[in-house]
Each structure stands twice: as structure tokens, then as C-alpha cells.
């Protein structure tokens, strides 16, 4: 069968199509709620932790940041059974909670202020499926401390506390 312009060029409009288009690099499956985590569970504070700890594996010190150790002011230390974070963008997927409620109570991190989950200090879409979250109790909490991108003019002067370069 004779090759022609057209199949040629059909041919390269595909592998252009796959080559911009972006590549998620794990679906993180939240499986615990309202539960202290542990080895054994996969909590969003765990799954935020994960993603971060896939894009920043030595807890380095971001250049030209004033953060120290970015990852190690959380409460949240380990990645429990959170197993399926990678290197790049993260969806954290809360469809097993689809519709219910997340509470949290007591601050994880103080990054400019009490948080109740990690920092936010890589590429990370979460999925809530409707999930309501919660402070409860009298403690006053934010849910997440975004970092800024000292990499963009978006932020400029601001610091990440995990962005690895």
C-alpha cells in the first residue's frame, strides 16, 4: 500500500497530539477517612504528603529558598499505604468519600499559620467527588498552605517549601 501526503500527515497531527499532552504521573486512591493515619491507611493528609515527598525525595532545601527541610515541619511523616505517587503531577482521588465529610481538629503544620493537612508543595489536583471538608472543634485552621513558585513571575519574592530544581 502506497504511503501518501495525507497519511503522512495524519500520521504527524497524532504523535503531536501525544507529545503536548500532558502526563498525569499518579493517581493517588484516598481509602481512609476520619482515621489516624498509620502504615496501614491512605488518609488525604498522607496522600498530600506522598505527592510532595515522589517530587522533593531528599526533603532538599528548594535554591534561593529561606524554607529549610520543607517537608519536615509536618505532622504528617509518612506515606502509609500510599503507594502510587510519582515524580510530576499528582490527582489525588477522594471517590471512595464521594459525598461525605472529611473533619480535622488539630493542626498538622504551621506554614504562616496552623493547617490541617500538609503543605501543597508540588503539582497536586484532588478529586473530592463532593467531599466536604470540616474543621471541628474550637481550634482555628486553615485547610492547606499552597506554596508560592519562586520559579514563576506569578510569585515573585515568594518561596515554596518543597519546590525541587
Known amino acids: 500500500m502506497p504511503v501518501t501526503k495525507t497519511a503522512i500527515a495524519r500520521l504527524g497531527a497524532l504523535l503531536l497530539v501525544f507529545a503536548v499532552a500532558p502526563a498525569m504521573a499518579g493517581t493517588i486512591s484516598v481509602t481512609s477517612g476520619n482515621v489516624a493515619p498509620s502504615s496501614t491507611t491512605c488518609t488525604l493528609a498522607q496522600a498530600i504528603y506522598?505527592?510532595?515527598?515522589?517530587?522533593?525525595?531528599?526533603?532538599?532545601?528548594?535554591?534561593?529558598?529561606?524554607?529549610?527541610?520543607?517537608?519536615?515541619?509536618?505532622?504528617?511523616?509518612?506515606?502509609g499505604?500510599?503507594?502510587?505517587?510519582?515524580?510530576?503531577?499528582?490527582?489525588?482521588?477522594?471517590?471512595?468519600?464521594a459525598g461525605q465529610t472529611l473533619s480535622y481538629s488539630?493542626?498538622?503544620?504551621?506554614?504562616?499559620g496552623p493547617n490541617a493537612l500538609p503543605p501543597v508543595a508540588s503539582d497536586?489536583?484532588?478529586?473530592?467527588?463532593?467531599?466536604?471538608?470540616?474543621?471541628?472543634?474550637?481550634?482555628?485552621?486553615?485547610?492547606?498552605?499552597?506554596?508560592?513558585?519562586?520559579q514563576t513571575s506569578a510569585t515573585p519574592g515568594y518561596n515554596t517549601p518543597a519546590r525541587a530544581t
Open 106 to 112: 488539630t493542626a498538622d503544620n504551621y506554614w504562616y
Open 124 to 150: 497536586i489536583t484532588i478529586e473530592g467527588y463532593g467531599v466536604t471538608l470540616q474543621i471541628s472543634g474550637t481550634k482555628r485552621l486553615r485547610f492547606f498552605f499552597v506554596g508560592a513558585d519562586a
Open 50 to 79: 506522598a505527592a510532595n515527598l515522589a517530587n522533593n525525595p531528599t526533603n532538599a532545601t528548594p535554591a534561593g529558598a529561606t524554607t529549610i527541610s520543607p517537608l519536615s515541619n509536618s505532622a504528617t511523616a509518612s506515606t
Open 81 to 97: 499505604n500510599c503507594s502510587s505517587a510519582a515524580l510530576g503531577a499528582n490527582t489525588i482521588d477522594l471517590a471512595n468519600f
